[in-house]
């Protein structure tokens, strides 16, 4: 399959109003921006658990802060901007892919918290690091995921969200295994039922994160085709991304 890659600025370069398109270009920025602050959060709070670094997952925490800001505050730009140019079509799925993508990415923000909490609690716990393989697997993978989504955004690339989304499965599948795997230790060792909870509350968050990545791929799938694709199976997305690509 043939890659075409799009900037969101060919979607809205007819514009007659050059201050239209400063308002969409500004959003379109914010988002990724806010992109990478999520991204480094997920990145760090991976590491801090796995490193046992309590000192960066508790800096991590802080910068979920920045992110709900950041939510805020585009998500009025978005607002506004709907109610003063009253867009349509291409422009109105811009707008709308943006704001979703943006609650999406406050909700990995979240899940990246979390894992910092957890990691916190294990480390000051240090009983082992069963699970810990998992959790370095499943985080590789969706932090692959989150990086693969904004780059589609940024280039609007369907068939890297399609690929993204796709990807979700085998996090899914990964996650049920090594869910299977902590119970059953839990089950032969009472002790380490503690540990093995907030290695589970991890894996959790990290799965989470694999799945505001698919939504985010089909809002994207969605501004560049106009095709809804949140309860599409993977057949009918890749063949929505096609289409977009064309």
């Known amino acids: 399959m043939e890659n075409t890659h799009v900037n969101f600025e060919d979607n809205y370069s007819t514009h007659i109003s050059q201050q239209f398109n400063d308002e969409l270009e500004q959003i379109r920025t914010q988002l990724l921006t806010m992109g ?32 709900n800001d950041m939510e805020l505050l585009i998500d009025e730009q978005c607002t506004t901007i709907i109610a003063r140019r009253q867009p ?22 979240d899940e990246a918290s979390r894992i910092c909490r957890h990691a ?8 082992g690091q069963r699970g810990y393989q998992e959790v370095r697997h499943i985080g590789n993978l969706v932090r692959e995921m989150v990086k693969d989504v904004l780059t589609a955004f940024a280039r609007s690339d369907t068939e890297l969200a399609y690929r993204v989304a796709k990807q979700d499965k085998a ?23 503690s540990s093995s909870l907030n290695v589970i509350w991890v894996l959790r968050s990290l799965e989470r994160i ?14 560049v085709s106009g095709q809804d694709v ?6 009918e997305m890749k063949e929505a991304a096609q289409q977009g690509e064309g």
């Open 210 to 223: 694999g799945d505001h990545a698919c939504n985010m791929a089909e809002h994207l799938v969605y501004l």
């Open 88 to 109: 349509a079509a291409s422009d109105l799925r811009l707008i709308t892919a943006i704001s979703k993508a943006v609650s999406d990415l406050e909700r990995i923000g």
């Open 36 to 67: 990478g602050i999520v991204e480094r959060q997920v990145n760090d709070a991976v590491e801090a658990l796995l490193t046992g670094d309590a000192d960066l997952a508790e800096k991590s925490r802080r910068t979920d802060q920045q992110t």
């Open 230 to 235: 949140r309860h599409a199976s993977l057949k």
């Open 171 to 193: 996090v899914d599948q990964e996650y049920r295994t090594a869910m299977r795997s902590l119970i059953t230790y839990m089950m032969e060792d009472p002790r380490a039922i």
């Open 120 to 127: 916190i609690d294990l480390a000051d716990d240090g009983n």
